[in-house]
């Protein structure tokens, strides 16, 4: 067997289908088909079950594309390690992140980092799902991924960065803006508006709440903490949201956050595939990230 073989077959799991692979590479569907083929004889065992629709793996192909994805992952990231050591400080950083990410906690390390290290060339990409980042990070498609820290991920690390302390963000005209502190019983009936939906950010506000023992109620979602901020800056809703630095949003007044220290902070950070394994590049541009404390949760 190739690597070659290897790394058509794990493409051909991940996809379902061998015409898919076909088209991406270029080849033809009896192309990828004997690659697999030359995988069945060395092992002597079925790997695919052909279907009307496409193929799944079977007990055998399954044991062979994780230990594959693991092994290619491996080797593609020594080539990119062997790479940067020739030519220094060039080469690639992919980062798994959004805007809201980036101009709150990283605005200042971009900066940082592109003066420091021009050749090397910053990524940013948006992942639609968390376990989709999990994917890229663990076949080699992604250096690092700025996450909302959960349980622990088979083949992932995670590294705490910031805890965010909660704030409730209204106007300064609102009624509670003259509070210096809430507790979270406080705003028990207090319609309130919704973080994403599905979200990991969402998730842990609803379970630090069940752990004080209160249900917060909500009239209207949004698709990300920037909006909620905008939004309650303009009266049209309050927003429970992590205290975040950098940039204050934009908006048509000044917005007051009132801490919520009953509510457990919010852990943020990075995740990798292994950090003994990331580009020196990678290594620079995650570490330039640094939140201090004094940064959060300003009343603005």
Same mark, same amino acid.
């Given at each position: 067997?190739?690597?070659?073989?290897?790394?058509?077959?794990?493409? /051909?799991?991940?996809?379902?289908?061998?015409?898919?692979?076909?088209?991406?590479?270029?080849?033809?569907?009896?192309?990828?088909?004997?690659?697999?083929?030359?995988?069945?004889?060395?092992?002597?065992?079925?790997?695919?079950?052909?279907?009307?629709?496409?193929?799944?793996?079977?007990?055998?192909? @399954?044991?062979?594309?994780?230990?594959?994805?693991?092994?290619?992952?491996?080797?593609?990231?020594?080539? @990119?390690?062997?790479?940067?050591?020739?030519?220094?400080?060039?080469?690639?950083?992919?980062?798994?992140?959004?805007?809201?990410?980036?101009?709150?906690?990283?605005?200042?390390?971009?900066?940082?980092? +592109?003066?420091?290290?021009?050749?090397?060339?910053?990524?940013?990409?948006?992942?639609?799902?968390? +376990?989709?980042?999990?994917?890229?990070?663990?076949?080699?498609?992604?250096?690092?991924?700025?996450?909302?820290?959960?349980?622990?991920? +088979?083949?992932?690390?995670?590294?705490?960065?910031?805890?965010?302390?909660? /704030?409730?963000?209204?106007?300064?005209?609102?009624?509670?803006?003259?509070?210096?502190?809430?507790?979270?019983?406080?705003?028990?009936?207090?319609?309130?508006?919704?973080?994403?939906?599905?979200?990991?950010?969402?998730?842990?506000?609803?379970?630090?709440?069940?752990?004080?023992?209160?249900?917060?109620?909500?009239?209207?979602?949004?698709?990300?903490?920037?909006?909620?901020?905008?939004?309650?800056?303009?009266?049209?809703?309050?927003?429970?949201?992590?205290?975040?630095?950098?940039?204050?949003?934009?908006?048509?007044?000044?917005?007051?956050?009132?801490?919520?220290?009953?509510?457990?902070?919010?852990? /943020?950070?990075?995740?990798? +595939? @292994?950090?003994?394994?990331?580009?020196?590049?990678?290594?620079?541009?995650?570490?330039? /990230?640094?939140?201090?404390?004094?940064?959060?949760?300003?009343? @603005?």
């Amino acid at each position: 067997m190739t690597l070659e073989d290897l790394r058509v077959f794990v493409a /051909v799991c991940r996809a379902g289908s061998l015409s898919s692979v076909a088209r991406e590479l270029g080849c033809t569907q009896s192309a990828v088909s004997q690659h697999v083929k030359r995988l069945e004889r060395e092992t002597g065992l079925a790997l695919l079950e052909r279907r009307p629709r496409g193929v799944v793996t079977t007990r055998a192909g @399954r044991i062979l594309e994780a230990a594959a994805a693991e092994g290619i992952s491996g080797l593609d990231l020594a080539v @990119r390690q062997l790479r940067d050591l020739l030519d220094g400080h060039s080469g690639h950083v992919r980062v798994a992140t959004g805007a809201t990410t980036v101009r709150h906690f990283m605005s200042d390390a971009v900066v940082a980092f +592109r003066r420091r290290h021009p050749k090397v060339n910053l990524e940013f990409r948006t992942v639609s799902s968390g +376990r989709g980042t999990f994917d890229a990070l663990a076949d080699g498609t992604l250096d690092l991924a700025w996450i909302t820290l959960g349980p622990p991920v +088979r083949g992932i690390e995670q590294r705490t960065v910031a805890q965010l302390p909660w /704030v409730l963000a209204i106007p300064a005209a609102d009624p509670l803006a003259a509070r210096s502190r809430l507790d979270p019983a406080d705003l028990a009936d207090v319609p309130l508006i919704r973080l994403p939906p599905n979200s990991a950010s969402a998730a842990h506000l609803d379970a630090a709440c069940a752990e004080s023992g209160v249900r917060f109620s909500y009239d209207a979602s949004v698709a990300d903490w920037d909006t909620a901020l905008l939004l309650a800056e303009l009266g049209a809703g309050r927003a429970v949201v992590p205290a975040v630095p950098g940039p204050p949003v934009p908006g048509a007044g000044p917005l007051r956050l009132i801490p919520l220290p009953g509510l457990r902070p919010l852990p /943020v950070g990075w995740a990798v +595939r @292994r950090w003994d394994a990331l580009s020196p590049p990678a290594r620079a541009f995650a570490d330039t /990230v640094r939140i201090q404390p004094r940064d959060l949760g300003e009343n @603005r």
